[in-house]
Nanobody, 122 residues
Framework: QVQLQESGPGLVKPSQTLSLTCSVS??????????WNWIRQPPGKGLEWMGA???????YYSLIFKSRTSIARDTSKNQFTLQLSSVTPEDTAVYYC??????????????WGQGTQVTVSS
């Protein structure tokens, strides 16, 4: 059973960099066909895809966040990370790490972390 677990600070000050880690168990982040995503949900809004890192190590970013976002991985720890710079209160959200199985035509986002609340406030 694949499990994803987000970790990081729950409170970040404006203009600082938000850093989150997703620890993956039950499967390798280098396994073929899987992309590892960061998705967030601001209060009262829908889900927002931020970006992903593929099993190859290639990264992909939403145009909305591309200038402020960096996704990386540590294969020795089976973890991938998110950094979001120059945060504002509008970046307050629940952040999820999610696996995408590209072999699936539907329901490809098959495993989700429980989500971590990040609040941007001074």
């Amino acid at each position: 059973q694949v499990q994803l677990q987000e970790s990081g600070p729950g409170l970040v000050k404006p203009s600082q960099t938000l850093s989150l880690t997703c620890s993956v168990s039950g499967g390798s982040i280098t396994a073929n066909s899987y992309y590892w995503n960061w998705i967030r949900q601001p209060p009262g809004k829908g889900l927002e895809w931020m970006g992903a890192i593929a099993y190859t190590g290639n990264t992909y970013y939403s145009l909305i966040f591309k200038s402020r976002t960096s996704i990386a991985r540590d294969t020795s720890k089976n973890q991938f990370t998110l950094q979001l710079s120059s945060v504002t209160p509008e970046d307050t959200a629940v952040y999820y790490c999610v696996r995408w199985d590209t072999r699936r035509v539907v329901a490809g986002l098959d495993y989700w972390g429980q989500g971590t609340q990040v609040t941007v406030s001074s």
